[in-house]
């Protein structure tokens, strides 16, 4: 079919439609493919999948389930959450870590914000294991070790992927906190270091959050710092989002701390101020 008209363009890309391109989000959410058992079309809130090298971003509502999945078995995902109504509170690393008392991020494990609120608790996680230390890539390191670092270059950097996904939201390189590293499996040793163990995640590994108050989540699918491979490898990632309740007061991860139970008290009062 000719496209060298205006006519020929035009039903060229008409021809089209219902064609599907392996990295696309699904629109809309309801004919999604790979929909979870009993979930209903219309509470689809989401579907894609995200390429090596690229980003992804969404609002979701509280009580939805956000999944991912390494679906080769050797994806990397660096995550940002920030609370959808008041951006200034985001995902805070230290936080998380200190006031949980474990270092691993796994089923049962709360993301908290830097205002003490639970943006997101980890349901399930089949996945060998996550980062919660090291940084993201930015285009310096990625240039001196793949030799083409920059945004649209041939190794990406995180940072820059998402200053891109941010910017659609109104925010900008100072909204950029630390990210969590996930589906590479990172070990702190007794004196600090680190030990990789990122080679361990399994294909169709998966991580299923409860998105635990209104959220924007940010996500970019780029090879972790330590990763020691000369190349730039990294594997899609499978998102899927669906509508979902929020979390009851009898809710077992919810109960499992002190800590874990003033977090959610913390949620709860933000949402009746």
């Given amino acids: 079919m000719s496209t060298a ?15 599907r391109a392996e990295f696309q989000p699904t629109i809309p959410a309801a004919g999604a493919v790979d929909r979870p058992p009993g979930v209903a079309p219309a509470d ?4 894609e999948t995200v390429e090596p090298g690229n980003y992804a971003a969404r609002v979701l509502p509280r009580g939805a389930n956000l999944r991912l999945t390494d679906r080769d ?8 959450v920030f609370n959808a109504a008041a951006t200034a509170e985001r995902l805070n690393l230290p936080d998380t ?11 049962g494990a709360l993301l908290l914000s830097d205002m003490g ?18 940084a993201m890539s930015t285009q310096a390191r990625n240039d001196a070790r793949y030799g083409s670092g920059s945004v649209h270059g041939a190794a990406p950097n995180a940072r820059d992927r998402f200053a891109v996904a941010l910017a659609k939201f ?14 590479k499996r990172v070990i702190v040793a007794p004196d600090g270091s680190f030990t990789w163990h990122g080679d361990e995640s399994p294909p169709g590994g998966q991580v299923l959050v409860r998105c635990e108050m209104d959220v924007l989540v940010a996500l970019t699918v780029t090879p972790h710092v330590l990763d020691p491979r000369s190349a730039y490898t990294v ?4 998102v899927s ?22 977090a959610f008290e913390n949620t709860e009062d933000w949402y009746l101020s």
């Fill in 5 to 19: 008209t205006t006519h020929g363009a035009r039903d060229h890309a008409r021809a089209q439609a219902g064609q």
């Fill in 44 to 47: 689809m809130l989401w579907e």
């Fill in 73 to 80: 078995g050797d994806t990397c995902v660096q995550l940002l």
């Fill in 97 to 107: 870590v200190k006031i949980q008392w474990q270092a691993y991020l796994g089923q």
């Fill in 117 to 134: 609120r639970v943006l997101a608790s980890v349901r399930e996680d089949s996945s060998a294991g996550h980062d919660l230390f090291n």
């Fill in 170 to 183: 109104g925010l900008s390189r100072r909204d950029i906190g630390p990210a969590a590293n996930l589906f």
């Fill in 235 to 238: 594997t899609p990632l499978g």
């Fill in 241 to 262: 989002a669906w509508r979902g309740a929020v979390t009851p007061p009898d809710d077992p991860v919810r109960l499992s701390t002190p800590e874990r139970t003033r």
